[in-house]
């Protein structure tokens, strides 16, 4: 079983409207992909986001609420699980499928990332950028006394708040598999 998220996986994840805006080939050229590598493929979205996402809710098989963690891969496979052998899954979001989907069509790595830095009632709360770009570019200097470190087994996650707003940590790049809030450090 395959699992492909629609939705980032906390509350400030870009909309995957926006994501995947222009980009509806690529994810259905991923999925195609992926049903090479099983035949169950189970596609995820928040109830909320059904709205706007176009012909991309053809292949939602399964939509989930919009409290948290309802739309965590971990907690879907949890709930559809049929047996112990379906407790191996993959999963996988669907902007990442549809960088990997355009690197196997173009043979080029797509660079750029489309993340969330946000505060109360932010109107354009996205940042598109070059994957890899460091995060002080993006934030400037911060107080030492801003970051939370956070534990989860071998991994270190942390988090930055600076007057009111979640950012990253400075030293930090951005990775093809970090998500806002929860950026992997490498220790």
């Given at each position: 079983m395959i699992i492909v998220s629609l939705n980032g996986n906390d509350i400030f994840s870009p909309h995957p409207g926006i994501l995947l805006k222009n980009r509806e080939g690529l994810l259905e050229f991923g999925l195609e992909i992926l049903k090479r590598f099983s035949d169950r493929i189970v596609v995820t979205a928040r109830k909320n986001s059904l709205e706007t996402l176009g012909?991309?809710?053809d292949h939602i098989t399964h939509i989930v609420p919009d409290t948290y963690p309802a739309w965590d891969p971990l907690v879907v496979l949890y709930h559809i699980k049929k047996n112990q052998q379906e407790n191996c899954a993959?999963?996988?979001?669907?902007?990442?499928?549809?960088?990997?989907?355009?690197?196997?069509?173009t043979g080029h790595y797509p660079v750029e990332k489309l993340f969330?830095?946000?505060?109360?009632?932010?109107?354009?709360?996205?940042?598109?950028t070059r994957q890899g770009v460091p995060i002080r570019q993006l934030a400037g200097d911060v107080h030492k006394d801003s970051l939370i470190l956070r534990h989860y087994g071998h991994l270190r996650f942390i988090t930055l708040m600076v007057s009111g707003i979640a950012m990253l940590q400075p030293r930090m790049a951005i990775d093809l598999i970090d998500v806002f809030l929860c950026w992997k450090m490498k220790i």
């Open positions: 012909k991309i809710s993959w999963c996988i979001a669907s902007d990442h499928l549809a960088m990997m989907a355009q690197f196997l069509l969330t830095v946000t505060k109360f009632q932010d109107k354009k709360p996205h940042i598109l």
